[in-house]
Nanobody, 112 residues
């Protein structure tokens, strides 16, 4: 059974940075493509980024070079480094292997 737990969210001001973490209880974690999603208030689930293997990464257009996804396979941990945060980045952020297999999420609020 896959278990995923996100952390690192919080309340920040526009322009600030945050690093999200996700610890995954998955056998052979390194073999999985890992993904970040987010859901803003009143909106649907939105894909943010994914990483395949150690270095093959993809990002949604709205990221605009502000986020970096990474993984530490030795720690079964996925990261999302977010910089230059904007109010429109306010959402619950989820990690997962798919849109239906994800953790409980961590809240990110960007507000002045």
């Amino acid at each position: 059974q896959v278990q995923l737990v996100e952390s690192g969210g919080g309340l920040v001001q526009p322009g600030d940075s945050l690093r999200l973490s996700c610890v995954a209880s998955i056998s052979d974690f390194s073999l999985y493509t890992m993904r970040w999603y987010r859901q803003a208030p009143g909106k649907g689930l939105e894909w943010v980024s994914d990483i395949n293997g150690p270095h093959i990464t993809n990002y949604a257009d709205f990221v605009e070079g502000r986020f970096t996804i990474a993984r530490d396979n030795a720690k079964n941990t996925l990261y999302l480094q977010m910089t230059n945060l904007k109010p429109e980045d306010t959402a619950v952020y989820y990690c997962g292997t798919s849109s239906t297999t994800r953790g409980p999420g961590t809240q990110v609020t960007v507000s002045s």
